[in-house]
T-cell receptor, first 114, second 112 residues
Framework: KQEVTQIPAALSVPEGENLVLNCSFT??????LQWFRQDPGKGLTSLLL?????REQTSGRLNASLDKSSGRSTLYIAASQPGDSATYLC?????????????FGSGTRLSIRP | DGGITQSPKYLFRKEGQNVTLSCEQN?????MYWYRQDPGQGLRLIYY???????QKGDIAEGYSVSREKKESFPLTVTSAQKNPTAFYLC???????????FGPGTRLLVL
């Protein structure tokens, strides 16, 4: 059974620091991995999607990497800002279909101190 | 303007009562999903639908029911059989054959 784990559950860093969020999954047979952002009481916003054949994706100050063989992904945030404060969720898709099964981690709650 | 709407934002349920959460989309997406999120946890799939008049159970379907009579709409009913309904409910959509899911703003259900 696929399980997705995110450690730590919460992280607080001062503004301007570079930081890394971690995600691990137990079964390497994934189709893709996605990072989402969730603000308190809101829905999810997709940040980056990495296909299983890819090793990384970049968008602005965000860079996500994927190592299928070790079952790990990282989300790197450069020059963090208070507006980056949110919960970040990692999710893996198990197979390609018209309604794929997605398994979510429980998230890392990130707080950027001004 | 395009997107996914969920209503109401907050919903209160009395003991033994059925309540229905609305999810509407104008993205012309074929697939729609319902997730439940509990505090400090990830999302768990309740039901999903790939096409009109068809839907499948997810991991935690007991105590819930859905319908998909129109492409744009996928309402979720929380029945009295669901003994622990307090949670944040998220609706999502995706294009047929595409993996990226787009999420609505959510409905928070509370029990009186």
């Amino acid at each position: 059974k696929q399980e997705v784990t995110q450690i730590p559950a919460a992280l607080s860093v001062p503004e301007g620091e570079n930081l890394v969020l971690n995600c691990s999954f137990t079964d390497s047979a994934i189709y893709n991995l996605q990072w989402f952002r969730q603000d308190p009481g809101k829905g999810l916003t997709s940040l980056l999607l990495i296909q299983s054949s890819q090793r990384e994706q970049t968008s602005g100050r965000l860079n996500a990497s994927l190592d299928k063989s070790s079952g790990r992904s990282t989300l790197y945030i450069a020059a963090s800002q208070p507006g980056d404060s949110a919960t970040y969720l990692c999710a893996v898709s198990l197979y390609y279909s018209s309604a794929s099964k997605i398994i979510f981690g429980s998230g890392t709650r990130l707080s950027i101190r001004p | 303007d395009g997107g996914i709407t969920q209503s109401p934002k907050y919903l209160f349920r009395k003991e033994g009562q059925n309540v229905t959460l609305s999810c509407e989309q104008n993205l012309n997406h074929d697939a729609m999903y319902w997730y439940r999120q509990d505090p400090g946890q990830g999302l768990r799939l309740i039901y999903y639908s790939q096409i009109v008049n068809d839907f499948q159970k997810g991991d935690i379907a007991e105590g819930y029911s859905v319908s998909r009579e129109k492409k744009e709409s996928f309402p979720l009913t929380v029945t009295s059989a669901q003994k622990n309904p307090t949670a944040f409910y998220l609706c999502a959509t995706s294009r047929q054959g595409q993996e990226t899911q787009y999420f609505g703003p959510g409905t928070r259900l509370l029990v009186l």
